[in-house]
């Protein structure tokens, strides 16, 4: 299996020319003198889980977030690292594959070679069994070469997402040992940055040198939260998917006699269907968040797309195109009861057979009304996280299928007076995950492969990279490091103040913010895109030319740059302490204790724990 | 539903900066002064049919070939066109969408306009019923601009593929009667241009003054034949489907665990799997037209992909892809017999659930083998050409089935001893058809909108605008008109020479050809293919730098031109009459005697009817 690892190979015309590419680096990287600014030192997301955190993360928990800077920037207490001793680095790929992330394993090496020729790094062969087992590569830049710019996850291959259990965490403290690693860096999504933490504190309650780094590399584009504020591969999966489903769309204008059910990446977060939403402006999206949020039944959603084709059949048209999330069919409440109580029977030991006859009289009923082909997908024992095997479950055949009952029932009725209904199904889930990464997927990867050097100069443990400023071109873009236990969140069943925290803090997917502007953004134009089919085609990903710069539409309307703002508020504060000086007035003064007392009361009735309850779950 | 046809729409950033695109024109067609050659009678290619043809075509049958030169060209015999009179041209999009369409339009409006400014374009709206019922949309500078360079066919919609039955032919003719028409433009396949065909047959019977013109526009890539290289529409959707392909393949190299299995468009012919195949480089392929010739059965396919699953297990491989055409389901041939029993009982009445029971012995034992997925879909409806819904019919699934269940047959007896066969399938039917055109479908497009304007000019009837030697830069491209009728064939039960000339002269198909040079070089590379996993990924279709130019490889490898292989025969035969002429020597005249007669023996016997036994069917 291994043998193929890191070979060279056959590169297209475009793949030669993308191997050329060089992406660019932010000032703050430039150059082998790199200041390192502490911050303040972080608290977790989730206040009211903040103990539970602390708790299980005695040595990571709490320390400062870090800032890479400019060496001539003009920051007093930061510091310049200057000894660079050879270090040796083992990098694996955790989960599935994003486009993107062979450019931060070539920033890495980079960045390593920059500083000292003589350092090593050590790529594991076959993911997490790679580490696991000590198989390694040493990655050189002949190793590279076809490699660079390029999709996929074949110059090492991945295996499971997991570093978790008890023997796996050995096993890797093993492996860092005897390859006397200084750092390991993991490249994945929130399960796999979640082991990442673990195993730094693993490490360090271990006394073992090896410092742990996580990259947010995953395609559904769900680690996101203050610091982070957008994930590689989620940039070229959204254009590739948003190309075809402009197609589709296009397709759908032409032939004016289907409605194209589409179902897309996304499982426990519907980034990817709502991004794409933005690009292609199909006639309608269907959010796993929203439906989650309104309770919404499979019956309200059937009515809601008979509504709207009955709508557009008013205005003559009988095509259209429908989104929707593959974690949708656990959004509905229903459904989700349905596929817990089979769940529960599977594990039990219950055969396929034997489960209809065992479940609740009313998940039976439910479980009898769906079509056989869905009830034989639902049937399918879950994966490993207890989710339904979401890829398999054809959601958005089940939901052409009840539309197309209704609209039948309708038009028997007399109620619709159209056309027939006609709906053609496609699930967009494995074509996108090997393209040829996005401009900003390769420069954003290679930044943070760099950065994950500079993280481990500074001997730091239990960090994620992070870029921030991300909307702007590349030499605006802030350079950082967070703690991976501060983005973490305790899973609750219920949201009270009095709720128990139970289960182990966790990185969990972000959901669409239905407060959010970029819902608010769907919203504003939901019945245009519904009725007046002003579909859009962004294209095909481009390299050169127009639209090969653009980027992500949730990450440009978002608008985050959270720790440009915490830099903000430092100017003011800073401003504040430059007015109210001795020498001032007692009017000055006497406004600027009012105002300073009031501002710090409203602000720590706002971090108590038991304000804060509207984190996930 | 017409209300939106033309009306501006929002372009995304490249796909303004493709409708600013300006495909340049071959030399011969540039100003306004062109010269029309009239070549010899031409022939039709299907010799044996000939006088089928001629009896039902006795007004356009033997037309001479026609190619259009530059004014200033040195071909004594050709005439240049100075007279243009404005001339009103409608133009219908028949048949399914293809990119590139919209260009054709365009090329031909922007020809009438420089010729004549008074000149007229109506365009039908909603392709042949618009036709039918004489709905028209002009086609102004203003309409275009969105649509120049566009995918799908929205500017004016399509609908049905055929103006066949004498009600339609009969309101065709009355729609350019009442329309006082010079020319009408049908845009498609083989099945649109056997229409454009009989209508311009029709037309010259009823004496009504409109010409019929066809373009060659559709995605399948089978309306080849000597004067046919390639179609509007191929280039972009093996562009596209070979972009997914390759990440498939990518993904598949990275994670390790999967077969996929990809069915693509291609009905009667495999060429968009032959090209993709050649593109990306993926395991494995398997060809309508091979299982066709070599005549092998469901059990024969398991076995070959079963035998290469092992193989590749062996060198511990446990992923790879797999491609296959639509059309191969008709192409093996118990269950092309099993789906003719089907039909023949469907169009007698019979009802879904009885056809079971009805089917012969042998027949039935297919059918109750087969997984009951695939079973439903055998028994749909046939489509208006007899053929099976072979867009509903997933082949793909069955054969994973089929391989699935062998390989855990072998495991169980121990011939395999690899890891457990998983397989994923896919269907790319529909994400490709509304890509915005690649360069070449633009540029192909535009020239063959001016060439239907040069036919309409020289008065022509029944022509089909080609363009050849398209391998080369556009500046050598030849430009010329063939009449459809030479391109013909007629269907045959049976090859042998005594077999019955049946059924109506028509365009067939053009299948892969199994002895061609396209053919060979898959065949040579078949093993590595298979083996190696030397997956090539030409990447997103690109409109600016390294490979935006790329041409269809079987366009490149074919290496056809025929037209230009014609005029290199003429400058032989000129050079003899040079050589040979009053005053050269007794030898020379005698060695050229006795060359030529035997050359025209040769040729003779091999021209004769009873010779030309391997045309299709």
Known sequence: MDSDYGLPRELSDLQKARSAY???????????????????????????????????????????????????????????????????????????????????IWGLQNALKIHNPSSTLLGFLGGSEGLFAQKTLEITDEILSTYKNQGGYDMLGRTKDQIRTTEQVKAALATCTALKLDGLVIIGGVTSNTDAAQLAETFAEAKCPTKVVGVPVTLNGDLKNQFVETNVGFDTICKVNSQLISNVCTDALSAEKYYYFIRLMGRKASH?????????????????????????????????????????????????????????????????????????????????????????????????????????????????DDSAQLSQIETEKLLAHLVEVEMNKRLKEGTYKGKKFNAICHFFGYQARGSLPSKFDCDYAYVLGHICYHILAARLNGYLATV???????????????????????????????????????????????????????????????????????????????????????????????????????????????????????EVLKAALSAMASVTDILSVMSSPSHVGNTPF
Chains 1, 2 share one sequence.
């Not at 920051?75 to 040796?88: E, K, L």
């Not at 039944?297 to 999330?325: M, N, S, W």
């Not at 974690?327 to 596929?339: D, H, T």
């Open 22 to 104: 060089k992406p660019e680096l932010p000032p703050c990287l430039q150059g082998t003198a790199v200041r390192v600014e502490y911050g303040d030192t972080s608290s977790a997301v989730d206040a009211s889980g903040a103990h539970t955190i602390c708790r299980t993360f005695p040595h990571t928990y709490g320390q400062p977030l870090v800032h890479f800077l400019r060496a001539t920037a003009k920051v007093p207490d930061a510091q310049i690292i200057t000894d660079h001793p050879a270090m040796r680095v083992g990098v694996v790929f955790c989960g599935r594959q994003s486009p993107g992330g062979h450019n931060v």
């Open 468 to 586: 921030t400023n991300l909307k702007n071109p590349v030499n605006k873009w802030r350079c950082g490091a967070a703690p991976i236990t501060a983005m973490m969140t305790v899973k609750r069943y219920g949201h009270g103040p009095g709720a128990l925290s139970i289960g182990k803090p966790s990185l969990h997917p972000a959901t669409v913010d239905l407060n959010g502007k970029v819902y608010d953004l769907l919203r504003q134009n939901a019945t245009k895109f519904l009725m007046e089919d002003v579909y859009r085609n962004p294209g095909p990903l481009q390299f050169d030319g127009p639209g090969s710069d653009a980027k992500p539409l949730t990450l440009c309307v978002e608008d985050q740059d959270y720790m440009g703002r915490i830099k903000e508020l430092q100017g003011y504060l800073d401003k504040v302490r430059t007015i109210v000086k001795p020498g001032c007035s007692q």
């Open 272 to 384: 990817v269907a709502l991004e794409c939403t933005l690009q292609s402006h199909p006639n309608m999206v269907i959010l796993g968040e929203e439906v989650a949020a309104s309770k919404l039944t499979l019956f309200d959603l059937t009515k809601q797309i008979c509504d709207a084709v009955q709508a557009r059949a008013e205005k003559d048209k009988y095509h259209g195109v429908i989104l929707l999330p593959e974690g949708l069919i656990e959004s509905i409440p229903e459904v989700y009861a349905l596929l817990q109580e089979i769940h529960s029977l599977l594990m039990q030991g219950v055969s396929v057979d034997k489960i209809s006859s065992q479940l609740s009289p009313w998940a039976s009923a439910l479980f009898e009304f769906l079509p056989p082909f869905i009830r034989k997908q639902l049937l399918l024992f879950p994966e490993s």
